[in-house]
T-cell receptor, first 110, second 115 residues
């Protein structure tokens, strides 16, 4: 079992729709969770961090964390073509390391 | 806006040659990371520095890879000799803290191609 699992996609949504990106992790001790956006050929860009169960909203982005289910998600409201990228989930594990999932490729179609 | 700097952006080399990558973290960030990202995968940590000390290099192939951060600021990652399987994006990141709240910020990366 991989430490961090993400559906590789592509996840295709129409412009203006809500994109829902999911991530499960195996390390129950993970306390911090980060979402990165990575455009093709570019480096990862931090877009959200979440530390407590529940929802955290930042503009069009909402991160959701459920530690009991070892599940974290990212919702993107009013999706735009510029949101088309790979989204990487990264829990901060017991070894004090970020462990990245393989990413979900999101395609927003005009 | 403060950014992590990396050079070169692209490097093409032949196998068995030596290559070196440089990273300058965001000013004031004590923690520096080197990651390797193979196409289609997430970044994998190679080495972590806290100031000038190595905190974790368990995933660094020490027979050919070396990393240093002599003055606790900028850092160099070296590969000698390069192998075909080393072709990847090499990413440097920095953070102001090494604890669970550490938000890591990445540089633009160095795309290495080994022929």
């Amino acid at each position: 079992q991989k430490e961090v699992e993400q559906n590789s996609g592509p996840l295709s949504v129409p412009e203006g729709a809500i994109a829902s990106l999911n991530c499960t992790y195996s390390d129950r001790v993970s306390q911090s969770f980060f979402w990165y956006r990575q455009y093709s050929g570019k480096s990862p860009e931090l877009i959200m961090s979440i530390y407590s169960n529940g929802d955290k909203e930042d503009g069009r982005f909402t991160a959701q964390l459920n530690k009991a289910s070892q599940y974290v998600s990212l919702l993107i409201r009013d999706s735009q073509p510029s949101d088309s990228a790979t989204y990487l989930c990264a829990p901060f594990n017991a070894g004090n390391m970020l462990t990245f999932g393989g990413g979900t490729r999101l395609m927003v179609k005009p | 806006e403060a950014e992590v700097a990396q050079s070169p952006r692209y490097k093409i080399t032949e196998k068995s040659q030596a290559v070196a990558f440089w990273c300058d973290p965001i000013s004031g960030h004590a923690t520096l990371y080197w990651y390797r990202q193979i196409l289609g995968q997430g970044p994998e940590l190679l080495v972590q520095f806290q100031d000038e000390s190595v905190v974790d290099d368990s995933q660094l192939p020490k027979d050919r890879f070396s990393a240093e951060r002599l003055k606790g600021v900028d850092s160099t990652l070296k590969i000698q000799p390069a192998e075909l399987g080393d072709s990847a994006m090499y990413l440097c990141a920095s953070s102001s803290t090494s604890g669970r709240y550490n938000e890591q910020f990445f540089g633009p990366g160095t795309r290495l191609t080994v022929l």
